[in-house]
Structures are given as structure tokens and as C-alpha cells.
């Protein structure tokens, strides 16, 4: 198959869980296939997207020159995006330069196939193309900003969950609706999608996990308790801070020598605040290879009231053999048993009951770490994954991506207002950054390292 992947966002580094799902699905991929991988993302430093040569026939990079995150600029984007149709984190990457340079490629070569990874780059796929068209969404995202808007109490921050809740759910009906086919990584995440279009109109993908590199090790730490993740991904933070506020105490009740890890990329301020004020938490930022961590951790926290789709970090943490407590939002869409592979808690009470009971009986805490490891090595390896990936495109592409009868299309045939509307007044071409690959076996650098990537 020839197959065009459309990501906004960026690839590498590996340092979120939606680059890591996103990457290994690819690598499988490109393995048997031919892949041209175009990509919008934030302009940066140490930009190894070049390298991606060495693992796709073609690379396509148009890096922008975006604000940071909760700058003024990026204040000020947001709010150009109010009067959007499009939530924020379509409207940041609807560039119609961007747009026109994708239309450019699909009119230069035929595709059996294009994928949209994320609904972040459903703004600037020109969905009235004559290309079979799949939505590959990792989340539902309208879910995540309705559970946020449940925790907030600053009334800002609730205004801006509502917006972008409202927002999201509206993009989400209508991309869902304008995709040929639509791809998921959960029956839960499936089973949300399909009260808006039709069940057969979805493949569920499922989660996966390296299980070479993430094997058991020893070298287990007294009373550690470990936490990996993205930080500057809200839920995680919104997690953290739940746990040190909620939980963390009631365990030190009963075990006060008790301390916690918190692993990941880009901690807030008042993250790093709360580390240096509570005694036994240490917050390490970014970390060149997160196993070491997750090693030492005598039981691995997923703490999280907020979230959709699934969570890598924990088939990681499971891989390792580790013993994994997570509350029902943070293990959503897994295919995991409590007390069987894993213990799940959902009031501060019985996280912390879970966490001591652990903590205090070694044998107990051995047998479901084993147990977590068996799960994640029976089916759940990245190269199964792609293999069932390889087969929904291409069981859809013999058919033609014939849409469902129940498509309906919402406003705008080139979905993304703010690209498509100015993209016929766009005079000047765009010159992306295509390369011809070199032989494929050799990864990049950047797609081996193992930053604290997770979701």
C-alpha cells in the first residue's frame, strides 16, 4: 500500500505516548509498506524530524513558529480560536499554508490510503479529496476536557474547560462524520464514538507495549511509589497534585517512611513548588530513560481523575512486572482485571488501602506484577499491534474506503474554517522539506532514546 500519514504535533522525540502509539504503528508499517509522513509541529531546537528518513520512503516537515504554552502568545491564540469553530488544538495547526502543501501532495501522487493521527491534524486534511480517509483518534478528547471541567474550581480555568469542551465535541461529531473509516484504541473510546456514527464505520486498535525493552529488572526500592508521565499533559498533573493532596497522607498514616517519584517531562511551577515542600517527593523533570525509575519502584501509581483512550505508561510499568494500583479513568479502555493483574481504587480511602496493602506484603505485590507482565506479553506487542493495524487499512483499502451510509457532512466540505477558507487565496507555494529515504532497517537516534514519554 502506498499510505500518506497526516500528524500534527510532531513525531520525535518519543516523549509523549501518543508519538510512542503513533511511531510503533509506523516503524511496523513502513516495514511492508510504502509511508510518506507529513507532519505540522512546533518550531524548535535540536529538530531531529530529518532523521525520519532513515524510516519512511518520504518526510514531509512543516515546522511553524507557534507560542509557548501558557505564554502571552499563546493566551492570545486561544483566544483568536473563541472565534473558531475549531477547539484550540486544531486551530493552532490550520495553517492554509499547511493545507495547501497536503493538497499538493495528494494531488502529485495517488494513495491508497490517508490517516489522520489525532483529530489535532483534522483541519488541514482536505476531506472532500478523492482518497480513502481514516480518522485515527486516541482519545476522545471531548471526554477529557468534560472531565476536567468537572474538577476545576479556578472559575477561568472552568470557562476555558467548558469552551474547549463544547468546542471539541462539535469538531469530534463532525470529523467523526466526514472520515471514511475511524479508528479507536479502546472499546470504551468505540463505544462513545459509535452514538454518533455507525459501529461498522470503527476498528478498535490495540494498546502496545515494547516488551523487550520494558522486561523486569531488579533492584526494587523499600516503600518507593513511582509515577511516570508527560507533565505538561494536564490530566497527569491534575493527577499528581490529587495524589500528594489526598492520598499521600493517608498512606503515611500507616507507613510514614513512604516516599514518591514523579518522573516526567516540563513539571509546572507549582509542581516543582510541592516537591520541594513535601518531605520524600521528588520531581526529576526530563529524564534520558524512565526504566530505571519505574525499576526502583516498589509500586507504580496511576492516579488520574481525568483522561481517555489508554494510558501506555501502565502496560510499561506491567511489562517491568511491576505492581500497578490506578484508579478506573486511569486504566480506561485496558484490557486488565482488578486483583487479578492489577488493583483498582478510586476514592483517596481506597488508593491508599490499596498502595499499604501492597507495600506491606511482598508476595502479594510479586504475583501481580508477574501476573501484569504475562498479560502484556500474550498479545500486546508493539509488532501485534501493527500487524492489526497493517490489516483494518488493509481489509479498507481493498474496498475502496467506500464511506458509510450514514456519513453526513457538517458545514464546510475542507473542514478547519480558519485554513480553508483563505487556502484559494494562498499565491505562494509552499516548498516542504520531502527527502527520498535511505535503507530503512537503521532507526533514528531521537526515535530510540527513551525520554519520560508517557501519556
Given at each position: 500500500m502506498k499510505i500518506l500519514w497526516v500528524k500534527a504535533g510532531g513525531l520525535v522525540p518519543l516523549d509523549t505516548g501518543g508519538k510512542i502509539r503513533s511511531y510503533n504503528i509506523l516503524r511496523s508499517l513502513s516495514r511492508r509498506h510504502e509511508v510518506t509522513f507529513f507532519t505540522v509541529y512546533s518550531n524548535h531546537a535540536n529538530d531531529t524530524h530529518g532523521e525520519l528518513d532513515q524510516v519512511f520512503a518520504r518526510v514531509i516537515r512543516h515546522p511553524l513558529s507557534l507560542p509557548r504554552p501558557k505564554s502571552i502568545g499563546g493566551l492570545s491564540q486561544f483566544v483568536g480560536?473563541?472565534?473558531?469553530?475549531?477547539?484550540?488544538?486544531?486551530?493552532?495547526?490550520?495553517?492554509?499554508?499547511?493545507?495547501?502543501?497536503?493538497?499538493?501532495v495528494l494531488q502529485?501522487?495517488?494513495?491508497?490510503?490517508?490517516?489522520?493521527?489525532?483529530?489535532?491534524?483534522?483541519?488541514?486534511?482536505?476531506?472532500?479529496?478523492?482518497?480513502?480517509?481514516?480518522?485515527?483518534?486516541?482519545?476522545?478528547?471531548?471526554?477529557?476536557?468534560?472531565?476536567h471541567l468537572e474538577v476545576a474550581r479556578n472559575p477561568f480555568w472552568k470557562a476555558i474547560c467548558w469552551r474547549e469542551h463544547r468546542a471539541t465535541a462539535l469538531a469530534e461529531r463532525r470529523y467523526l462524520n466526514l472520515a471514511d473509516h475511524v479508528l479507536t484504541v479502546s472499546d470504551a473510546d468505540r463505544d462513545q464514538f459509535a452514538q454518533t456514527i455507525a459501529p461498522a464505520k470503527i476498528s478498535?486498535?490495540?494498546?502496545?507495549?515494547?516488551?523487550?525493552?520494558?522486561?523486569?529488572?531488579?533492584?526494587?526500592?523499600?516503600?518507593?511509589?513511582?509515577?511516570?508521565?508527560?507533565?505538561?499533559?494536564?490530566?497527569?498533573?491534575?493527577?499528581?497534585?490529587?495524589?500528594v493532596q489526598e492520598i499521600l497522607g493517608r498512606i503515611r498514616k500507616l507507613i510514614p517512611s513512604v516516599s514518591v517519584v514523579v518522573v516526567g517531562r516540563n513539571p509546572s511551577s507549582r509542581l516543582l513548588e510541592m516537591g520541594r515542600k513535601t518531605a520524600g517527593m521528588n520531581v526529576t523533570g526530563l529524564v534520558e530513560d524512565v526504566r530505571p525509575y519505574i525499576q526502583r519502584g516498589a509500586v507504580y501509581v496511576v492516579p488520574l481523575r481525568v483522561g481517555s483512550g489508554t494510558r501506555l505508561k501502565i502496560f510499561?510499568?506491567?511489562?517491568?512486572?511491576?505492581?500497578?494500583?490506578?484508579?478506573?479513568?486511569?486504566?480506561?479502555?485496558?484490557?486488565?482485571?482488578?486483583?487479578?493483574?492489577?488493583?483498582?481504587?478510586?476514592?483517596?480511602?481506597?488508593?491508599?488501602?490499596?498502595?499499604?496493602?501492597?507495600?506491606?506484603?511482598?508476595?502479594?505485590?510479586?504475583?501481580?506484577?508477574?501476573?501484569?507482565?504475562?498479560?502484556?506479553?500474550?498479545?500486546?506487542?508493539?509488532?501485534s499491534v501493527g500487524r492489526h493495524f497493517e490489516s483494518v487499512l488493509e481489509t479498507f483499502a481493498r474496498m475502496g474506503g467506500r464511506p458509510s451510509a450514514t456519513r453526513r457532512t457538517f458545514g464546510l466540505d475542507f473542514?478547519?474554517?480558519?485554513?480553508?477558507?483563505?487556502?484559494?487565496?494562498?499565491?505562494?507555494?509552499?516548498?516542504?522539506?520531502?527527502?527520498?529515504?535511505?535503507?530503512?532497517?537503521?532507526?533514528?537516534?531521537?526515535?530510540?532514546?527513551?525520554?519520560?514519554?508517557?501519556?
Amino acid at each position: 500500500m502506498k499510505i500518506l500519514w497526516v500528524k500534527a504535533g510532531g513525531l520525535v522525540p518519543l516523549d509523549t505516548g501518543g508519538k510512542i502509539r503513533s511511531y510503533n504503528i509506523l516503524r511496523s508499517l513502513s516495514r511492508r509498506h510504502e509511508v510518506t509522513f507529513f507532519t505540522v509541529y512546533s518550531n524548535h531546537a535540536n529538530d531531529t524530524h530529518g532523521e525520519l528518513d532513515q524510516v519512511f520512503a518520504r518526510v514531509i516537515r512543516h515546522p511553524l513558529s507557534l507560542p509557548r504554552p501558557k505564554s502571552i502568545g499563546g493566551l492570545s491564540q486561544f483566544v483568536g480560536s473563541v472565534f473558531s469553530q475549531e477547539p484550540y488544538q486544531v486551530f493552532k495547526y490550520s495553517a492554509p499554508e499547511v493545507a495547501m502543501s497536503l493538497l499538493q501532495v495528494l494531488q502529485s501522487e495517488p494513495f491508497d490510503v490517508l490517516v489522520c493521527d489525532f483529530l489535532a491534524a483534522a483541519g488541514i486534511i482536505p476531506w472532500h479529496f478523492p482518497c480513502p480517509k481514516v480518522l485515527f483518534t486516541h482519545n476522545v478528547e471531548a471526554t477529557i476536557w468534560k472531565r476536567h471541567l468537572e474538577v476545576a474550581r479556578n472559575p477561568f480555568w472552568k470557562a476555558i474547560c467548558w469552551r474547549e469542551h463544547r468546542a471539541t465535541a462539535l469538531a469530534e461529531r463532525r470529523y467523526l462524520n466526514l472520515a471514511d473509516h475511524v479508528l479507536t484504541v479502546s472499546d470504551a473510546d468505540r463505544d462513545q464514538f459509535a452514538q454518533t456514527i455507525a459501529p461498522a464505520k470503527i476498528s478498535v486498535i490495540p494498546t502496545g507495549v515494547d516488551i523487550d525493552l520494558f522486561r523486569p529488572v531488579a533492584g526494587e526500592e523499600p516503600n518507593t511509589l513511582v509515577f511516570s508521565g508527560s507533565m505538561d499533559w494536564m490530566p497527569n498533573e491534575d493527577g499528581i497534585l490529587y495524589f500528594v493532596q489526598e492520598i499521600l497522607g493517608r498512606i503515611r498514616k500507616l507507613i510514614p517512611s513512604v516516599s514518591v517519584v514523579v518522573v516526567g517531562r516540563n513539571p509546572s511551577s507549582r509542581l516543582l513548588e510541592m516537591g520541594r515542600k513535601t518531605a520524600g517527593m521528588n520531581v526529576t523533570g526530563l529524564v534520558e530513560d524512565v526504566r530505571p525509575y519505574i525499576q526502583r519502584g516498589a509500586v507504580y501509581v496511576v492516579p488520574l481523575r481525568v483522561g481517555s483512550g489508554t494510558r501506555l505508561k501502565i502496560f510499561e510499568a506491567m511489562a517491568m512486572g511491576k505492581a500497578v494500583v490506578s484508579t478506573t479513568i486511569g486504566a480506561e479502555g485496558l484490557p486488565v482485571r482488578h486483583g487479578e493483574n492489577i488493583l483498582i481504587a478510586d476514592t483517596p480511602d481506597e488508593f491508599a488501602g490499596a498502595v499499604v496493602e501492597l507495600l506491606r506484603d511482598s508476595v502479594r505485590r510479586t504475583s501481580l506484577g508477574q501476573a501484569a507482565r504475562e498479560l502484556v506479553v500474550r498479545g500486546h506487542s508493539w509488532d501485534s499491534v501493527g500487524r492489526h493495524f497493517e490489516s483494518v487499512l488493509e481489509t479498507f483499502a481493498r474496498m475502496g474506503g467506500r464511506p458509510s451510509a450514514t456519513r453526513r457532512t457538517f458545514g464546510l466540505d475542507f473542514a478547519g474554517d480558519c485554513a480553508f477558507r483563505s487556502i484559494t487565496q494562498c499565491a505562494v507555494p509552499v516548498s516542504a522539506v520531502a527527502r527520498t529515504a535511505a535503507p530503512r532497517e537503521a532507526l533514528p537516534s531521537s526515535a530510540n532514546c527513551l525520554l519520560d514519554h508517557r501519556k
